[in-house]
T-cell receptor
């Protein structure tokens, strides 16, 4: 069974630009969530998608948006990038929207904003 | 609001030693608790998932316990090896939001 895959692995963007990060969920998992991890911190929840609908959101501004596709893959879009957006972005999938089946994480995308 | 604390923040031990990592959470109404390993600059690898009805889970040299009433979990690593060097993260799921993480314990095992 394939795990969670994320692309790209690294990205450098200029302040004010827009970025799209991609995630393919583990086979059989219908829920995808995104996390931001700053250096030395634990991951912070951005939002979650279940059956192509956002069904939970953390304390992030609207310029962080996402999509989930019929095959359960997902995108995270960030507009008007700021220096503080530099972080490791992690995607996780789970077999149930309730999270009772645990979460499987991808390897992350390292975003650097200059 | 659920808060997760991990102690110690960093730990250095000689190879072969048994060790315990601690995790505490403020709201005991959790569905499950998950321990992860993170290598520098990498994603998270799930180590153990403990459901709220369980008291412990074991995988190889790892044993995780859960005391929901006191809001505590421990990760026990037996006979530590240099390859165990990584950051260990504890996360709880309470049903309101997905995982809430601690800041992790950075473990160094010295050969």
């Amino acid at each position: 069974e394939t795990g969670v895959t994320q692309s790209p692995t690294h990205l450098i963007k200029t302040r004010g630009q827009q970025v799209t990060l991609r995630c393919s969920s583990q086979s059989g998992h219908n829920t995808v969530s995104w996390y931001q991890q700053a250096l030395g911190q634990g991951p912070q929840f951005i939002f979650q998608y279940y059956r192509e609908e956002e069904n939970g959101r953390g304390n992030f501004p609207p310029r962080f948006s996402g999509l989930q596709f019929p095959n359960y893959s997902s995108e995270l879009n960030v507009n008007a990038l700021e220096l503080d957006d530099s972080a490791l972005y992690l995607c996780a999938s789970s077999p149930k929207a309730t999270g009772t089946g645990g979460y499987t994480f991808g390897s992350g995308t390292r975003l650097t904003v200059v | 609001k659920q808060e997760v604390t991990q102690i110690p923040a960093a730990l250095s031990v000689p190879e072969g030693e048994n060790l315990v990592l601690n995790c505490s959470f403020t709201d005991s109404a959790i569905y499950n608790l998950q321990w992860f390993r993170q290598d520098p600059g990498k994603g998270l690898t799930s180590l153990l998932l403990i459901q709220s009805s369980q008291r412990e889970q074991t995988s190889g040299r790892l044993n995780a316990s859960l005391d929901k009433s006191s809001g505590r979990s421990t990760l026990y690593i037996a006979a530590s090896q240099p390859g165990d060097s990584a950051t260990y993260l504890c996360a709880v799921f309470s049903g309101n939001t997905p995982l809430v993480f601690g800041k992790g314990t950075r473990l160094s095992v010295i050969a």
